[in-house]
Antibody, heavy 123, light 113 residues
Framework: EVQVLESGGGLVQPGGSLRLSCAAS????????MTWVRQAPGKGPEWVSLIGGSSGYTQYGGSVKGRFTISRDNSKKMVYLQMNSLRAEDTAVYYC????????????????WGQGTTVTVSS | QSVLTQPPSVSGAPGQRVTISCTGGSSNIGAGYAVHWYRQLPGTAPKLLIY???NRPSGVPDRFSGSKSGTSASLAITGLQAEDEADYYC?????????????FGTGTKVTVL
């Protein structure tokens, strides 16, 4: 079964750090880009970051650029999101999702989603 | 504030057809980037319904169809069922002077009357 499973969420104080993990299974992991998408309470999804399959290419949304770092370990089929300088507005459910698309990366969708992990930034 | 605008809500009776629009601009849909559609039930992750403007993933019924024209895209649901009551989001890519990245629409709540 193709699936991804997030972990690492929790309560953190403003200015703090947290590292999210995403374990993938059931597909050729290194062949696919992976993304992080977050959803604040009562809001729509917001794309956070993408990492290429084997190229290592990374891209970030404007609201997290310079604070978050995405990485992957293809040997372990894992994706990570290191979140630093956390703010209250980073409070959200964070989803890991597998990229879907065979052409240019700008045309990627997301076809396999985890159940999400909750990050709460509060003092 | 998303660059992709959707109607906040649409409704229809069981068996009817409803459409959800996704209006963008020249830096996203109008630039030729693909549009994807997701359905989200309360408390669950989004689920991919349509990818690459018109394609259905395996397992998605043919009651769902996508289209794209100019700076807009649409999702049509025919034979509306109670289980279709959910939030729907379009997604594409935006590239402008202020930055580039993947963007989601404002979301549409579908109500089955």
């Amino acid at each position: 079964e193709v699936q991804v499973l997030e972990s690492g969420g929790g309560l953190v104080q403003p200015g703090g750090s947290l590292r999210l993990s995403c374990a993938a299974s059931g597909f050729s992991f290194s062949n696919f880009a992976m993304t992080w998408v977050r959803q604040a309470p009562g809001k729509g999804p917001e794309w956070v970051s993408l990492i290429g399959g084997s190229s290592g290419y990374t891209q970030y949304g404007g609201s997290v650029k310079g604070r978050f770092t995405i990485s992957r370990d293809n040997s372990k089929k894992m994706v990570y999101l290191q979140m630093n300088s956390l703010r209250a507005e980073d409070t959200a459910v964070y989803y890991c999702a597998k990229g879907k698309g065979s052409g240019r990366r700008e045309d990627y969708g997301m076809d396999v989603w985890g159940q999400g992990t909750t990050v709460t930034v509060s003092s | 504030q998303s660059v992709l605008t959707q109607p906040p809500s649409v409704s229809g009776a069981p068996g009817q057809r409803v459409t959800i629009s996704c209006t963008g601009g020249s830096s996203n849909i109008g630039a030729g980037y693909a549009v994807h559609w997701y359905r989200q039930l309360p408390g669950t992750a989004p689920k991919l319904l349509i990818y690459g403007n018109i394609n259905r993933p395996s397992g998605v019924p043919d009651r769902f169809s996508g289209s794209k024209s100019g700076t807009s895209a649409s999702l049509a649901i025919t034979g509306l069922q109670a289980e279709d009551e959910a939030d729907y989001y379009c997604q594409s890519y935006d590239s402008s002077l202020s930055g580039s990245g993947y963007v989601f629409g404002t979301g549409t709540k579908v109500t089955v009357l």
